[in-house]
């Protein structure tokens, strides 16, 4: 489904990334693990088309990553980055400006399911009235992944989603993701809940040498 | 009813008012008496070829001149709100034009028409000081809408890419941005209506006051020529945005960092 085939990026001279290969299958869930500033955001910015390769070409079904088909990976993404500042209001408001989005239009809005995923996620009713600012970090992570969960996805881009959550929490979230068959997961995250989850392809990053586990 | 003239001795009075700023600004070390003499100088030169330029074009009143002045205003004005606004001249300089054009012609074109219901409506009288009058509030506004919706774009990248990256398109991605844009463009035009005529006359009115018109001749223009502000400074800062928009994103939808003249 996507392939990274020698890929290197280059911030101000120096490799953030240096011949960088991945492939990715259609369900597959891949972790992608290393210290901050090895450049494993910029996996994700690259394959949303936000940069460019500065080597190397990236592959989306075959076809190479370009201004054209990078609209079509957006829109079957679910993107959750790490500033999760990403909106003000309250969360009702947030939750149906993303649904309001052309690329969800055929998305009905079936608020008793989307309760449903806020209470597994140990969120209670009252967090749709409250202002999205106002919430901790753990909120707001929890208020965007069940959110997205909601969307239903193809792909599920999520860059150190589960960093302020607790560890049980952390388990429930990861679980749920690796637990959808259909859905293709790369995750970017520090945590040992992910590293030890059965069943994901590690990435491990280490500086610009690369290893596939 | 003539106005009284200002002669030659009372505008000397006149500059005698500079006295006490320039004595404060040199008793509390200010350092704006060089500033506040080189505008004093720029505004009294730059209104004496106008009332030169204007005498003669009242004189001629001549269709393609007027134009062409209007036209001339315009240019400037565009040149001014990209300066202004710390933009790229090159990419911005003609959808810039086109939209302050747009709009102060429109709105002109309707103002002399259909409210004044002019013969003429290329008459040097109304086309060029009300076109001046419009031109001066859609470059205010445009400077702050434009300038605000880049940067504002530039300065919450993160939030415009997480749009983005979850399948909006460029102008969905952009929409809180352009909405913000607006708000703070029009605001200083409502804020402005809202206190009109309690604490203070605009200088239209009082001009026309002045000049001899009726109080109820003068506030009927002073209310038009506010409806025709509004109405020019939120349709320019809609156009230039929508004009500039295709030019200052890639095909993905990513701001191109040339747009700024100087990094951010």
């Known amino acids: ?21 991945l ?31 500065d080597e190397g070409e990236i592959y989306y079904n075959n076809q190479r990553l370009n201004s054209k088909n990078i609209w079509e990976v957006r829109r079957i993404t679910a993107y959750i980055g790490q500033n999760i500042e990403i909106a003000n209001g309250t969360v009702l408001e947030i939750i149906k400006s993303i649904l309001k989005l052309k690329v969800n239009e055929n998305i009905f809005f079936d608020q008793q399911k989307l309760i449903e995923l806020f209470n597994f996620f140990e969120l ?22 069940a959110t997205f969960i909601f969307l239903n996805k193809k792909i599920y881009l999520l860059d150190e989603v589960t960093s302020s959550l607790d560890r049980e929490m952390k388990l429930k979230v990861i679980n749920y993701f690796l637990d959808k068959k259909e859905w293709t997961i790369i995750s970017i995250s520090h945590d040992q809940e992910w ?3 059965p069943g994901i392809n590690v990435i491990k990053m280490e500086g610009q040498k690369v290893g596939n586990h | 009813m003539e106005t009284t003239d200002i002669s030659s001795f009372s505008l000397i009075m006149a500059f005698f008012m500079l006295l006490y700023p320039i004595i404060l600004s ?87 028409y259909i409210i004044l219901r002019l013969d003429n409506v290329f008459e040097a009288r109304y086309f060029i000081v009300i076109g001046g009058m419009l031109l001066g ?3 205010t506004g445009n400077i702050i809408g434009i300038s605000n919706f880049y940067k504002d774009i530039q300065r919450n990248k993160e939030r415009y890419l997480f749009y983005l990256g979850n399948g909006a398109t460029v102008y969905e991605a952009a929409m809180p941005y352009f909405r913000n844009a607006l708000i703070s463009a029009l605001r200083p035009t ?17 001009g026309q006051i002045l000049g001899g018109a009726s109080p109820q001749t003068a506030i009927k223009y002073q209310i038009a020529i506010m409806l025709a502000i509004l109405l020019t400074v939120s349709l320019s800062v809609t156009l230039t945005i929508v004009f500039t928009i295709k030019s200052s994103f890639d095909e993905c939808g990513i701001i191109k960092e040339n747009i700024f003249k100087e990094k951010q």
């Open chain 1, 1 to 21: 489904m996507i392939e990274f085939k020698n890929v290197s990026k280059k911030f101000q001279d120096s490799y953030i990334l240096k011949n960088f290969n």
């Open chain 2, 137 to 139: 509030n859609a470059l």
């Open chain 1, 23 to 53: 492939k990715i299958e259609e369900g597959s869930k891949t972790l992608i693990y290393g210290k901050s500033g090895i450049g494993k955001t910029t996996i994700i910015r690259l394959l949303l088309g936000f940069i460019k390769p």
């Open chain 2, 26 to 112: 040199y008793l509390f070390n200010l350092k704006i008496i060089k500033d506040s003499i080189i505008s004093v100088i720029r505004m009294s030169v730059q209104l004496f070829i106008m009332s030169l330029i204007l005498s003669y074009f009242f004189q001629i009143n001549n269709i393609w001149i007027n134009i062409g002045w209007i036209i001339f205003m315009i240019i400037f004005a565009s040149f001014r709100i990209i300066q202004a606004s710390k933009l790229n001249t090159k990419n911005f300089i003609m959808p810039v034009f086109f939209a302050l054009a747009i709009s102060n012609l429109f709105v002109l074109f309707y103002f002399n």
């Open chain 2, 190 to 206: 409502i804020a402005s209506m809202a206190t009109i005529g309690i604490v203070y006359l605009p200088g239209m009115m009082t």
């Open chain 1, 195 to 197: 590293l030890s989850a």
């Open chain 1, 124 to 145: 209670d009713k009252t967090v749709f009235e409250k202002e999205y600012e106002s919430l901790s970090g753990g909120e707001k992570q929890r208020v965007l992944i």
